[in-house]
């Protein structure tokens, strides 16, 4: 498999120096805000630290403030002469003050502007080793005793494999690698409806329960059948099975509502391919990790309700689950489901446990882009190339895009009929016939 280039552009270890006495008390009642810019992405805002001593005391573990992700194209756009104008590309990180209040000290009409830095990037990261563009303090602002703000801009390469499912998911499509024009097929996906008990009730027992309650209502059970036992399984070019996403909890509606709730979210079991005992016909799997959705927003105008998805590691012969991404995606337009331990902030048990081994390392996992519950959707995944050590590590994270697929669409509300948009035909999943 041949990965496409990508760089990651990240600015991290902020910090603000005032000048004066009058630092001391700016830092009581002040606080303080970047917006960090790069043309052609969008704005990204972070807050940033009041200094007083002149010691800066750096948190090792501490997230990057932005990370922009550049592409091919990307790059060939900022090495474009004049791209920037006279002065060539950069990143532009502009620092300003506020009173105490609202959100990162951003209030329309009452931040200051301290200052700008620009940091210029070059062509360095091509050579294959990251890139150091600025790391220390830099005067901003006018005056003889300006402020000064300490950063650190790196500039790496990050190549990415890209994959998309070439139709719908319940289809049982083929998956290609894109590269460039070339769609190469390297897996294909089956999809299973199988409303009996399977192999995922003893895989799942020790990580979670089915849902919980005894439901004796008739119609609540005939909603709870259409939702269940659903699978799917990644195969190879020579037909192995490699990957697989077990729907373990159902999909059901919520006591007097019609939508998943997050009180108890439909649950798939993310697996790949174990070592199959000679003579056996049975496929063995490893558990890998465990997807949660849900459906929030309820009585929101039409579109803007939210399927929220939530993803844990389980570790092998560890008891304790790693959360490694909760995303939200528009329940009408869909959105990007992505692992990326720089654009999430981990929680104190993630903290302690580790982001685990798939994730070792930090930095960007995997994306994988999704269309509305409504929409034929396509999956569009991509995988960074270093957590990618074999064709099943790829095959695995394809399982998880095609189960948040289908969460998408087993969390739409149980008494709405809907179409795909882009065909006359019939739903595949039948979820309301």
Same mark, same amino acid.
Request: charged content about 20%; some cysteine.
């Given at each position: 498999m041949d990965p496409q280039i990508f760089v990651r552009l990240s600015v991290a270890q902020l910090g603000l120096k005032l000048p004066g006495a009058s630092a001391r008390k700016a830092a009581r009642v002040r606080v303080c805000h970047c917006e960090i $810019?790069?043309?052609?992405?969008?704005?990204?805002?972070a807050p940033v630290p009041l200094i007083n001593s002149s010691e800066f005391n750096l948190d090792p573990h501490s997230t990057n403030a932005a990370v922009f992700s550049l592409d091919e194209s990307d790059l060939k756009a900022l090495s474009k002469p004049g791209c920037f104008g006279a002065h060539g590309s950069y990143i532009e990180v502009a620092v300003y003050l506020s009173r105490r209040g609202g959100h990162c000290g951003i209030v329309t009409g009452m931040k200051r502007l301290v200052g700008v830095v620009k940091v210029d990037l070059g062509p360095e990261w091509r050579d294959g080793k990251p890139v150091l563009l600025h790391h220390g303090w830099a005067g901003i602002g006018n005056g003889v005793a300006r @402020?000064?703000?300490?950063?650190? *801009? =790196?500039?790496?390469? +990050?190549?990415r494999y890209i994959f998309e499912f070439d139709d719908e *998911?319940?289809?049982?499509?083929?998956? *290609?690698?894109?590269?460039?024009r070339i769609r190469q097929p390297v897996f294909s996906c089956k999809f299973i409806r199988d409303r009996r008990s399977s192999q995922a009730d003893q895989l799942g027992g020790g990580y979670w329960s089915s849902s919980g309650g005894e439901e004796k209502d008739v119609e609540m059970m005939r909603r709870r059948e259409r939702r269940k036992g659903w699978k799917v399984v990644i195969h190879d070019l020579s037909g192995s099975a490699v990957a697989s996403a077990f729907m373990t909890t159902p999909f059901v509606p919520a006591k007097d509502c019609d939508t998943v709730a997050r009180s108890n @979210?439909?649950?798939?079991?993310?697996? $790949?391919?174990? %070592? =199959? %005992?000679?003579g &056996? &016909?049975?496929?063995?799997?490893? @558990?890998?990790?465990?997807?949660?959705?849900?459906?929030?927003?309820?009585? /929101?105008?039409?579109?803007? +309700?939210? %399927? !929220?998805?939530r993803l844990h590691l389980l570790p092998e012969g560890? +008891? /304790? !689950? =790693?959360? *490694?991404?909760? =995303? @939200?995606?528009? &329940? +009408?337009?869909?959105?990007e489901f992505f692992i990326d331990m720089d654009r999430q902030a981990p929680t104190a048990s993630c903290a302690a446990s580790g982001p685990g081994e798939a994730c070792a390392g930090g930095g960007f996992v995997m994306s994988c882009r999704v269309e509305g519950e409504a929409r034929s959707s396509r999956p569009l995944v991509q995988l960074a190339m270093r957590h990618v050590t074999c064709m099943e590590d790829a095959a695995m994270f394809l399982a998880l895009a095609a189960a948040v697929d289908l969460s998408v669409k087993a969390c739409r509300p149980f008494r709405r009929k809907t179409t795909t948009a882009s065909s006359s035909s019939s739903d595949p999943l039948e979820l309301d016939m």
């Open positions: $810019r790069l043309r052609g992405f969008p704005i990204q805002i @402020p000064e703000l300490h950063l650190r *801009v =790196t500039m790496e390469v +990050d190549p *998911v319940a289809l049982n499509p083929q998956v *290609v690698q894109l590269h460039g @979210p439909g649950a798939w079991l993310i697996a $790949r391919a174990g %070592v =199959t %005992v000679a &056996s &016909s049975l496929q063995s799997w490893q @558990p890998w990790g465990r997807l949660e959705a849900w459906r929030e927003g309820a009585g /929101a105008p039409a579109g803007k +309700d939210t %399927v !929220c998805l560890q +008891d /304790a !689950c =790693t959360l *490694v991404s909760e =995303t @939200p995606l528009r &329940s +009408d337009k869909g959105g």
